[in-house]
């Protein structure tokens, strides 16, 4: 498990993993497809964001999922137009062809999220050079080599605002490959 901000939340990745059934299993789909169901409000066979928003906490009861919208958003936006569309809609909501990404970039960006959230000891959702600095050692455990911090705050700052935001880290992340050395995946 880890540990966010001295202890204040606990992570038991395997639970969320199981909540978030992505596999391509026959019972993975079957679960799949009742939470799709349940999630579906109205029954239009595409889910809103909203709708993203109130399953993860009503039908998955995922709370510390639900508590991370940056992440939550970010899932959402990365899957809800990568299916072809069907109508002049559809590409706005994530359809039942697309769930099965929108579990996986859930998990992912939670994740990424959390990783973000331990850099960011200053709690203000952005990161400055000196916290940075100061977590290189933990991204190293994370699979990623950083030889000049300075250069690679720089790299990663892509809007030159002097802080490192979740998009923009998420893009170095993603691209880098890092990976929480004690999540279950």
């Known amino acids: ?16 993993s199981a909540k978030l059934p992505s596999g391509k299993t026959a019972k993975d789909k079957q679960k799949r497809r009742q939470i799709f169901n349940a999630m579906d ?8 964001l909203a709708e993203v928003d109130k399953g993860v906490r009503d039908v998955l009861r995922a ?4 508590d991370c919208k940056p992440a939550m958003l970010r899932a959402f936006n990365a899957v ?12 706005d909501y994530v359809t039942r062809a697309e769930f099965r990404l ?16 331990l850099i960011d000891t200053g709690d203000d959702r952005r990161v400055d050079e000196g916290e940075f600095t100061k977590a290189v050692p933990l991204m190293e455990k994370w699979g ?3 030889s000049d911090p300075a250069a690679t705050f720089r790299e990663i700052d ?14 170095w992340a993603t691209k880098k490959g890092l990976d929480l050395e004690d999540d279950d995946d």
Do not use: C
Request: glycine content about 8%; cysteine-free; charged content about 25%.
């Open 63 to 66: 709370d510390d999922l639900f």
């Open 102 to 117: 929108l579990l996986v970039a859930l998990r992912q960006m939670f994740e990424l999220w959390h990783m973000f959230e």
């Open 1 to 16: 498990m880890s540990t966010l901000r001295g202890g204040d939340r606990k992570i038991d990745w395997a639970e969320l």
């Open 144 to 146: 990623v080599k950083i």
């Open 158 to 171: 892509t809007n030159h605002g002097g802080q490192i935001l979740f998009d923009e880290f998420v893009a």
């Open 80 to 91: 809800k137009d990568t299916a072809p569309a069907h109508t002049p809609h559809s590409d």
């Open 41 to 48: 409000m109205n029954g239009n066979g595409y889910l809103s």
